[in-house]
C-alpha cells in the first residue's frame, strides 16, 4: 500500500503537468511558433497570423468571436464582418 499511495501520489502530479508542454510540442511540429506577444497581440495581420499560433483566440466560421462577448454594442458593418458574435 506504501507504494501505491506513494507512485499513485507522484504520478497524479506528474500526469498534470505535461498538457501545456504537450500543447507546445504539438505546435512546434507543426513548424508554428505561439505568438511571442501572449494574449496582449493586437495584430491582424494575416501574415503575422499564419506565421504565430494563437491558441487562447476562439473562432466561429473562420472569424476570431469578438472579445466583448455578449456585452458587445458595435453595430458597423467592418466590425461585424471580421468578429463573430454566436450568441
Do not use: D, M
Not at 511540429?29 to 487562447?56: D, E, F, M, R
Amino acid at each position: 500500500k506504501k507504494r501505491r499511495g506513494g507512485g499513485g501520489g507522484g504520478g497524479g502530479g506528474a500526469r498534470a503537468a505535461p498538457a501545456p508542454v504537450l500543447r507546445a510540442a504539438s505546435a512546434a511540429s507543426h513548424g508554428i511558433t505561439v505568438c511571442p506577444y501572449g494574449k496582449s497581440c493586437y495584430q491582424k495581420n494575416p501574415t503575422h497570423l499564419a506565421k504565430y499560433s494563437h491558441p487562447w483566440l476562439s473562432t466561429v466560421g473562420g472569424k476570431l468571436v469578438c472579445k466583448y462577448g455578449p456585452k458587445c454594442y458595435q453595430t458597423n458593418a467592418a466590425h461585424l464582418r471580421e468578429f463573430a458574435h454566436p450568441w
